[in-house]
């Protein structure tokens, strides 16, 4: 499938921004497009702002943030695993797939983990199909 | 305060058929604190359903409202304006709450989205526990403040059964033994006397069995006179 998909990615200001610059700088261009949304803190990540991206067309959704037990504000990233959870499983009893939505870990110096993650979620997208709402919008 | 779950998001989908202009309504008391009914759980069930209705093209109208109390009419009496036009109102209170809608607003739909469980208490975060069944004759003073009625699994009033094995419930390893808990706080509170107490059979006539129950408070009754003076209420 070679149509380009709509992927949004939560970056909080200290992991996951920092990956998403490094990767933009040292890495070959996205295979896709990437709306990357900066945020202070993932903790600051609702589930409403994740099942909104979706209702607006979104193919699929990631969130990413500081490592494990290394949350700059110590547990947002922790908060935001859980919200990304329960988007899985709302995707999933609406029948759009919860494996839209994803959570990522990252230092902000992997700019090769974070195009890494891109690749997982345009993988995922391909194997789901586009989001029927994209083609809406 | 009183406990609750949400319906599984396709169960409220399918209570949900054939309404179109839908209001969803929250409470901000107790559903609020066990996080299943308040002014955020609104926000996002209303967005999960406006998401169905897109995917599934059911040209859903959301719109979204929380009270203070739902189950008082002096807080749902505010919101006709955000009822007026509606077909349905999906009430995320507890079932005393949709009733109050129900019964302001009768030719609007009143359908439940939450299951309600039990008066509890959070023991801890994102974890509830019921903690009375409201039988109408508290026993609490002979118990050193817990419930036998619901915190033992056979409501004993005496001691516990034979199935207590080291301070659990025969019922699952997760549930503690109430008599046991009784024996603990009665021993920290020096009261261990009070466990010679024969509590006599229960009268479960104030409890659940003879329809709904009322209480009245006599000096809040209004008389014809006050009515008039005051106005209708
Ligand atoms: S409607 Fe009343 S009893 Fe029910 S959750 Fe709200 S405040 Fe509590
Ligand atoms: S004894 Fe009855 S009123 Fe008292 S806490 Fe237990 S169920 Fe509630």
Redesign the pocket.
Known sequence: MSQTKRIIAYCCEHGGMGAAERAAKEQSQFASDVVIISVECLGRVDLLHLLQAFREGADAVFVAGCLEKNCHHLYGNVEARKKVDQAKRVLDSLGLGGDRAEMFNLASNQGLEFKQSVDIMIGRVERLGPNPLGAKK | MIIGEQKPLKEICDILEGHHRILVAGCRSCVAICLAGGEKEVGILSESLRLHSDLAGKGWEIDEVTVERQCENEWVREIAPKIEGKDAVLSIACGVGAQTIQAMYPKVRSLPGLNTSN?GAPIEPGIFME??????????HL?GGI?????CAKSLLNGPCGGSQNGKCEIGKETPCAWEEIYQSLKELGRLDLLEANIPPKDWTPSRSGGPRKIVRPEAVMSETERQLRGER
């Not at chain 2, 903690?131 to 609490?140: E, I, N, Q």
């Open positions: 008066m903690r009375c069944g409201g039988c109408g004759d508290c026993v609490l118990t419930c036998p009625i619901v915190r």
